[in-house]
């Protein structure tokens, strides 16, 4: 699973709440990704960081904010939850070979 | 994870058999690729990977081809098994790039 944990794994919140997800790893990897998996949409990739305080945007970015402090950790923030977002979210890493490794991801709900 | 949708082609094949599973991408400047696997209620699973000089790869039970000519992609999977059902995913990166593009998956069930 190399080292990725995700928190919390299901959460259901109401539109216009702030939610946040956690991406934690423990082998150091520079690379982190957040995406998310929609029926019909496959995974698509919102928002990715090279290193601490370095971020950029994926493909569906828009009403997301992401952080990265510390190398281990990479925090996806919804500022104000919409319907649109439910969905499972995957967290991944990259390893020096350009493999990425993912976690168990987070199934969000939001009614 | 979840199902990840409903218009998701769909493999059958019986236990025992060998499965193919295909992928066509879209850009001929990528130059690696992965196979994933996802089970339902988990995340994807790397199985194999391929770069662009080569054109075939082989694991345990698993098989990658590449044909750069086409640009298609396929996964073999030797004698299939009950566990191997789930989705599978190719993805590519171009040169170059930091990102992986998905394709849409194939959903894998396995006929007893």
């Known amino acids: 699973d190399a080292g990725i944990t995700q928190s919390p794994r299901h959460k259901v919140t109401e539109t216009g709440t702030p939610v946040t997800l956690r991406c934690h790893q423990t082998?150091?990897?520079?690379?982190m990704y957040w995406y998310r998996q929609d029926p019909g949409h496959g995974l698509r990739l919102i928002h990715y960081?090279?290193?601490?305080?370095?971020?950029d945007k994926g493909e569906v970015s828009d009403g997301y904010s992401v952080s990265r402090s510390k190398t281990e950790d990479f925090l996806l923030t919804l500022e104000s939850a919409t319907s649109s977002q439910t969905s499972v979210y995957f967290c991944?890493?990259?390893?020096?070979?350009?493999?990425?490794?993912f976690g168990p991801g987070t199934r969000l709900t939001v009614l | 994870g979840e199902s990840v949708g409903l218009h998701l082609p769909t493999l059958s094949v019986q236990e025992g058999d060998n499965s193919i599973i295909n992928c066509a991408y879209s850009?001929?400047?990528?130059?690696?690729f992965i196979w994933y696997k996802q089970e339902s209620g988990k995340g994807p699973q790397f199985i194999i990977d391929?770069?662009?000089?080569?054109d075939k790869r082989q694991g345990q039970r698993v098989t990658v081809l590449l044909n750069k000519t086409v640009k298609h992609l396929s996964l073999q999977i030797a004698a299939t098994q009950p566990g191997d059902s789930a989705v599978y995913f190719c993805?590519?990166?171009?040169?170059?790039?930091?990102?992986?593009?998905f394709g849409q998956g194939t959903r894998l069930t396995i006929n007893p």
């Open positions: 991944a890493i990259r390893q020096s070979t350009d493999t990425q490794y």
């Open positions: 082998e150091n990897h520079r690379y």
């Open positions: 960081s090279y290193g601490v305080k370095d971020t």
């Open positions: 850009n001929s400047a990528s130059d690696y």
């Open positions: 391929i770069r662009s000089n080569m």
């Open positions: 993805a590519e990166i171009l040169q170059g790039a930091q990102k992986l593009v």
